[in-house]
């Protein structure tokens, strides 16, 4: 069974442009949660999606930030227009309804210069 | 507030002794407590979870890790150390009062550095 993947792996960008990254969550994974580790820092949530719902988006830092889970299988999340403080990795997770444990994606590393 | 400590950013161990990871969490109720390992250049993997029941958990790779709860303490441990087990290993809780598709907090990551 193929793991979550995200998309791309990295990405550097200068202040002001825009990126997109995607993640594609493990099949039959209702619930789909973004999150950030910016340098040296703790992994902070950014949003959840059961399907294509929007369950809790608290940890979204401001509205340059806009996620979609467009028929409640794949996910973006666009950053427009990138900041500085926007850089980190940028994980994916996805569970199975009910299941505790959230299996996570390899990242994308964004470097706003 | 949910909060996860953990409290060494490093901890070094040589091959073939046993490590301990420590962390202690903070939640209002009863928590649901994970830990996950990054190994470099990839993705967190889970290694283990204390939902309820016996406080001695077992998870991936040989790796182990005891519940206290009157030390609100949730510390990794492995008997015998590999050099393959140096990455960065994170702890994370949730409130088991909300719902359990609910997010998770972490810790700020320990990095385990295994000597040969």
């Known amino acids: 069974e193929a793991g979550v993947t995200q998309f791309p792996s990295h990405s550097v960008i200068e202040k002001g442009q825009t990126v997109t990254l995607r993640c594609d969550p493990i099949s039959g994974h209702d619930n789909l949660y973004w999150y950030r580790r910016v340098m040296g820092k703790e992994i902070k949530f950014l949003l959840h999606?059961?399907?294509?719902?929007?369950?809790?988006e608290s940890g979204m830092p401001n509205n340059r930030f806009l996620a979609e889970r467009t028929g409640g299988t794949y996910s973006t999340l666009k950053v427009q227009p990138a900041e500085l403080e926007d850089s980190g990795v940028y994980f994916c997770?996805?569970?199975?309804?009910?299941?505790?444990?959230?299996?996570f994606g390899p990242g994308t590393r964004l470097t706003v210069t | 507030a949910q909060s996860v400590a953990q409290p060494e950013d490093q901890v070094n161990v040589a091959e073939g002794n046993p490590l301990t990871v420590k962390c202690t969490y903070s939640?209002?109720?009863?928590?649901?407590l994970f830990w996950y390992v990054q190994y470099p250049n990839r993705g967190l993997q889970f290694l283990l979870k204390?939902?309820?029941?016996?406080?001695l958990v077992k998870g991936s790779y040989g790796f182990e890790a005891e519940f206290n709860k009157s030390q609100t303490s949730f510390h990794l441990k492995k008997p015998s150390a590999l050099v393959s087990d140096s990455a960065l290993y994170f702890c994370a809780v949730r409130d088991k009062r909300v719902n359990r598709d609910d997010k998770i907090i972490f810790g700020k990551g320990t990095r385990l550095h295994i000597l040969p």
């Open positions: 999606f059961v399907k294509e719902s929007k369950q809790d």
């Open positions: 939640v209002s109720g009863n928590p649901y």
């Open positions: 204390y939902i309820t029941g016996d406080n």
């Open positions: 997770a996805s569970s199975f309804r009910g299941l505790y444990e959230q299996y």
